[in-house]
Nanobody, 123 residues
Framework: QLQASGGGLVQAGGSLRLSCAAS????????TGWFRQAPGKEREFVVA????????TYANSVNGRFGISRDNAKNTVYLQMNSLKPEDTAVYYC??????????????????WGQGTQVTVSS
């Protein structure tokens, strides 16, 4: 079970940190991803981290502004979001994937999802 938190309202240029807590020791067994979905749009890939934490892939739209990290002792993955833009407004979901690394950008390959947390960036 994944529990996402940390969303909120922030002005453009501001920062937020999202958290995704797992109910058990999960992240070293799964690819971990963050996705987002804006109103009227499809869910889109944001970032993924490999099982050992050694590899990450970011969507072009967030590369250089967002950072994924993991605290194994707390079974928690974080998404640090800096230099936020109004177009970053969406519900953000964390997810876990049991498949191979090549599937990291595809929502359909993720087996477990958090409940989503709303991020709103005002201009």
């Amino acid at each position: 079970q994944l529990q996402a938190s940390g969303g909120g309202l922030v002005q453009a240029g501001g920062s937020l940190r999202l958290s995704c807590a797992a109910s058990e020791r999960t992240y070293n067994r799964y690819i971990t991803g963050w996705f987002r979905q804006a109103p009227g749009k499809e869910r889109e890939f944001v970032v993924a981290m490999s099982r050992n934490g050694g590899s990450t892939t970011y969507a072009n739209s967030v590369n250089g502004r967002f950072g994924i990290s993991r605290d194994n002792a707390k079974n928690t993955v974080y998404l640090q979001m800096n230099s936020l833009k109004p177009e970053d407004t969406a519900v953000y979901y964390c997810a876990a994937n049991t498949a191979v690394w090549s599937t990291r950008g595809q929502a359909g390959h993720y087996n477990y999802w958090g409940q989503g947390t709303q991020v709103t960036v005002s201009s």
